[in-house]
């Protein structure tokens, strides 16, 4: 399985709800990340964590607020959004640098997030 | 300061023509490279990698791609494009340490002319 699999794949939200975006991946892997990518631009690093803990965080507001429950899952809790927080979010997951053949991050297909 | 430039925004290229993408970086150590494509609306998928040792290495999907160190360049080729090649093509330079980020370039676009 080298499936990292987003839930849901499309969210419109108004700018005071709460929503979460969630990510699982089954393939053993210790690192996970959320990027955030606009379109026609390329995907811009918001956290990464590793083993479970978050261990970069990119200078992003806190309306965005990461969670690792498990090695397993990833959840983004979003809160008072603003409509230009509106673009594809992408979860990804890799090994954590144990060497050249694990070194491959995998992306799932992204959630589409509306802030209206 | 590690960059990595696609110097091409979008290429048109007619079905069952070549292709070639180019990459250029910069970087102060080895790098870690990396080409992936996207179709619209969708994730990113790798379409090959280069770490070390022989420098054209082969991908899925019928690509392929060269590190020359000498033009610090990473450029993806196909040799017959299909239909189903049109997407952004992101090329992207890695470092492998304890937490594992890559540098994007901005993308190309793959227009394929029928």
């Known amino acids: 399985d080298t499936e990292v699999t987003q839930t849901p794949k499309h969210l419109v939200m108004g700018m005071t709800n709460k929503k979460s975006l969630k990510c699982e991946q089954h393939?053993?892997?210790?690192?996970m990340y959320w990027y955030k990518q606009k379109a026609k631009k390329p995907p811009e690093l918001m956290f990464v964590?590793?083993?479970?803990?978050?261990?970069i965080n990119e200078s992003v507001p806190s309306r965005f607020s990461p969670e690792c429950p498990n090695s397993s899952l990833l959840n983004l809790h979003l809160h008072a959004l603003q409509p230009e927080d509106s673009a594809l979010y992408l979860c990804?997951?890799?090994?954590?640098?144990?060497?050249?053949?694990?070194?491959?991050?995998?992306f799932g297909q992204g959630t589409r997030l509306t802030v209206v | 300061a590690q960059s990595v430039t696609q110097p091409d925004i979008h290429i048109t290229v007619s079905e069952g023509a070549s292709l070639e993408l180019r990459c250029n970086y910069s970087?102060?150590?080895?790098?870690?490279l990396f080409w992936y494509v996207q179709s619209p609306g969708q994730g990113l998928q790798l379409l090959l990698k280069?770490?070390?040792?022989d420098t054209l290495v082969q991908g899925i999907k019928g690509f392929e791609a060269e590190f020359k160190r000498s033009q610090s360049s990473f450029n993806l080729r196909k040799p017959s494009v299909h239909w189903s090649d049109a997407a952004e093509y992101f090329c992207?330079?890695?470092?492998?340490?304890?937490?594992?980020?890559?540098?994007w370039g901005a993308g190309t676009k793959l227009i394929i002319k029928p």
């Open positions: 990804a997951s890799s090994q954590v640098g144990t060497g050249e053949d694990d070194t491959e991050a995998f």
């Open positions: 970087y102060g150590a080895t790098p870690y």
């Open positions: 964590y590793s083993y479970e803990k978050l261990s």
């Open positions: 992207a330079v890695g470092e492998v340490d304890s937490n594992y980020q890559l540098i």
């Open positions: 280069y770490f070390s040792g």
């Open positions: 393939m053993g892997h210790r690192a």
